[in-house]
């Protein structure tokens, strides 16, 4: 199971300016559940909370308020029950992408022929078992996001949680990783949820989009695609893709209002 619930999960903080100190509210009573293999995508100007909300999730960060239930259970900080991926892959340049892999699993106590089987058997499902042996300088862009994921999945979560993993990247790799990625979701049953700026991206992948603004979940839309999503740039000419994009697009641009 991986159902993931916030709860009233508010995030504020001090800054100062010159001699005062002011308070900045970065969430705002946000609560939401997502479903038990759902891909679920966070979407919103910069600024919004998104990926605060992400990073509690995560337990990078901690709620000023309310809080994060994993199956029913509150979680508090990091746990192997959730993996990240971020919006830079963030390898470590010393090791070959099989040790990248292999270094959470190690940390989750994995030894001897295990750790190598399974970082390896990660690697191949993200379609990069022949760079085993290739170290972060030696990978492009794309392969360094799929070693990232790779590592996240790894640990076996109940839930992948990705930070805009895709937006440093040009746009034929980004559909390509998008195309793998459902294809990750569909082998694995992982719940996933997913940050973007990018409506296109929201549709192809989401079950349900969570619009955010100013601290605030504003709606909460269903993509009406099937799965799986087959052939992602036929899906773009649907009139379902096009009518679930504008439902997305109206919901940022229309004033604040209670979670519908």
């Not at 993931?4 to 705002?28: K, M, P, Y």
């Not at 549709?203 to 603004?213: K, N, S, T, Y």
């Amino acid at each position: 199971m991986g159902e993931v619930s916030l709860v009233d999960v508010s995030r504020s903080f001090n800054i100062r300016i010159g001699a005062e100190t002011h308070t900045v509210r970065a969430l705002q009573d946000v609560g939401f559940t997502i479903r038990d293999g759902e891909i679920a995508v966070l979407i919103g100007p910069s600024g919004c909370g998104k990926t605060t909300a992400l990073r509690i999730a995560m337990g990078l960060d901690y709620a000023s308020a309310g809080r994060v239930m994993v199956d029913g259970h509150e979680v508090h900080g990091c746990g192997y029950d959730r993996g990240m991926v971020f919006q830079h892959a963030e390898l470590l340049p010393w090791l070959t992408a099989l040790q990248n892999v292999m270094f959470g699993l190690e940390m989750k106590g994995v030894r001897g022929q295990k750790l190598r089987d399974t970082a390896m058997h990660y690697l191949d499902l993200v379609g990069l078992k022949s760079a085993a042996d290739r170290r972060p300088h030696q990978l492009s862009g794309g392969m360094k996001q799929r070693v990232g994921i790779a590592r996240a999945l790894a640990i076996d979560p109940k839930v992948l949680l990705m930070d805009e993993p895709f937006g440093a990247l040009d746009a034929q790799t980004r559909e390509s990783l998008q195309g793998e990625l459902l294809d990750v979701h569909a082998r694995t049953g992982k719940t996933i949820i997913f940050v973007t700026h990018d409506l296109d991206e929201a549709v192809l992948l989401a079950d349900r989009v969570f619009v955010m603004r100013g601290g605030e979940l504003q709606e909460i839309i269903e993509v009406p695609l099937p799965r799986p999503r087959g052939d992602l740039g036929a899906l773009r000419g649907t009139a379902e893709f096009a009518s679930a994009r504008y439902s997305i697009w109206q919901a940022l641009h229309r004033p604040a209002a209670t979670v519908q």
